[in-house]
């Protein structure tokens, strides 16, 4: 090994207590400086600066969130599914005939800005990897993607490099990439959000904790060696204090190759099912502080490490560099002694480099007191000695000042009834056009295409339909479906209910593949929490989850938040994307959104009540450019309904399709199931500008089997969810027809708008 770099020792620290230290480079408040002085009762060393700075970030430690996201737990559900909750790398669900599937969504904003291809590509790895460390095998991810407009050099620049990302990473990966959202708006100009979302499967008996316990046993680094790449890159910048002069500018974000964690999984997953691991974790942000004060904190409180035996790919890093660094697929074990040659056997197998780096120890009652001990060495001499849980566990929280921003009364004054409206049913044809050819309403398959949705053999439903769906094995029939959502113009009008309407587009779109809703993850998107009207947005809106989640009854599972996404003071909007898992018993009962050939002449029917709800509303914003009034409300108890008809009525065989209606209301679904199938329709409208473009929640189109209407209208009288036959599949054209006339679009036309906006835009680069 190369000459190891000087080091900054307790020795010394204990020596030398008034040294500068940059504490406040590294992100860290005066008060939090103070309190870590507190608890060594000295200065930190630079080691342990680094571990509490990173550990003690927003990104790490959910300071300013975790005093609001405490109900997610106060109001959870009654939920027996329920097999490992919040607190954990991710959470697992039971879904039936001995089968857990773990799901979590996590953010990776800032990086991919920085660097949108490695920035996604990492943010795919590192969910990818919370998966694994559960003990389950990843099978399937998606993403939520929030971009500026379209058209704006930026967006031309920031979108391609973040969908190679996802592409390239997903896809070297084997995983199919099942679905996701695509949004647009002027707040996400310089701060995309790119939200990844992995799920894997796993028997109830495989489940894997981030704990280290054991004396004696043995902690193994594994993966991909240690560089310079990403230190601090997901909790704060590295300060220029710690580089020497020699050092060449390091980058702040991740470098990831897919190749090495494919090896990765298959390693990890081999090493499981010889039950050669008491404990795991993956090291993502944070790094080797994360995996070792956690581990530790999770076990018997006791750890000593050898940072010079962590394989580096730079000899000149120091020991606070290499405890921050954020270099990708790597993951922590915790190994029986007796155990270890087994361990590395299996690892040589699959080509991974392995290295024991330190061991669990045991504390005494004194130090469980404070905490635990972990100590950690260079060279010889001691550069950490801390409580594992004072980092991991016993961070700061705050109680943020939060306060109803001042323009938000004028906001919800501002309704969208004062707006012109069409005139004439040419003026309404030309808006349906540039509603559907909008950007995060108009066809996705540019970015779609780019993803592989098929391989493993077990995808069901993807993009473009409502959900994506996944059968467990190649044994059953039993799947599991995933649909993200995320209104941020709702949530800006009025968080509480805009996080409600994410929460049950979700559990709707859910529904309307035939699965019934489970469980919940979210992905919490917002401005910087020093900003007490972004705090009470956020506040708001987790306030409204938690409700809506304790009234259906599915409980959150995990999730992330991610603040500071604004550029220069202004904020983006309040974005919360929630993720929902259902479970169907067979899929071949599965609704897809196309109507079908097989189904022309079919009946449509329109489920849920219609009103004139166009507050935040995808016709507001593109024709008017205006965001004003009120968001739909939101019905939680119809919402349940809907989904029991959407299930029973693909349990039963009487739909031949169902799709949901959100984001630019019914015309919005009629276009996209006539364009997927490839089919027409007709319907009869008595006020075709409000049917159409209303954002009422809680409503679904269902095209109803011939032989099969009697039935489905009395399953909807037996749940209470009103239903109307509006239409018929058939035609080669979007057909709207009310008392004083209509209008016609063939689907050729239909289609060039719809589907050439992307191409437009992007291929023109």
Known sequence: MPEAAQADTVATAEATPDTPQPFAELGMADDEYARVREILGRRPTSAELAIYSVMWSEHCSYKSSKVHLRQFGEKAPENDALLVGIGENAGVVDVGDGYAVTFKIESH????????????????????????????????????????????????????????????????????????????????????????????????????????????????????????DGIGGASVLASASFDDESHAKRPSVQVGDPFLEKLLIECSLELFGKDLVVGIQDLGAAGVSCSTTELAAGGTGGMRVELDRVPLRDPRLAP????????????????????????????????????????????????????????????????????????????????????????QDGLQADDPSRLERPKTDDELREQVLRVLAAPGICDPTWVTEQYDRYVLGNTVLATPHDGGMIRLSDDTDRGVALAT???????????????????????????????RPLAVTNCLNFGSPEDPGVMWQFAESVRGLADACGQLGTPVTGGNVSFYNQTGDTAIHPTPVIGVLGVIDDVNDRLRTAFGHDADGAAIFLLGETRAELGGSAWADVVHGHLGGLPPKVDLAAEAALAEVLADAAEYGVAAAAHDLSDGGLVAALAESSLRGNIGCAVELDDPFTDLFSESTARAIVVVRPDAESAFTELCTRHGVPAAAIGTVGGSSLTVRHPAGGFEIPLDDLRTAHASTFPGIFDAE
């Open 109 to 228: 904003n800032h990086p991919s800005y920085v660097e949108p291809h490695q920035g996604a590509a990492t943010g795919v790895g590192g969910i990818v990897r919370d998966i694994l460390t559960m003990g389950a095998r990843p099978v399937a991810v998606m993403d939520a993607l929030r971009f500026g407009p379209a058209d704006a050099p930026d967006t031309r620049r920031v979108l391609p490099g973040v969908v190679s990302g996802i592409s390239f990473y997903g896809n070297c990966l084997g995983l199919p990439n099942i679905g996701g959202e695509l949004g647009f708006g002027a707040g996400y100009a310089a701060n995309p959000l790119v939200n990844a979302l992995c799920m894997g499967i796993m028997k109830h008996e495989d489940i894997k904790l981030a704990q280290a316990p054991g004396p004696g046993n043995k902690v193994v680094l594994f993966g991909a060696t240690t560089g310079p």
């Open 320 to 407: 606070e560099e290499i405890l921050m660094s954020e270099s990708q697929e790597r993951m922590m074990a915790i190994v029986e002694p007796a155990r270890l040659d087994e361990f590395m056997a299996v690892c040589a197998k699959w080509n991974i480099l392995a290295t024991e780096i330190g061991e669990v120890t045991d504390v005494t009652a004194e130090e469980a007191e404070r905490g635990g001990r972990l100590v950690m060495t260079w060279n010889g001499e001691t550069v950490v000695d801390l409580p594992p849980r004072t980092a991991s566990d016993e961070g700061p929280v705050y109680e943020r000042p939060y306060a109803r921003p001042a323009d």
């Open 485 to 515: 959502d995320g209104n941020g113009r709702y949530t800006r009008l009025d968080p509480y209910t805009g996080a409600r309407a994410a929460y049950a587009e979700a559990f709707r779109n859910v529904a309307a593949t035939g699965a």
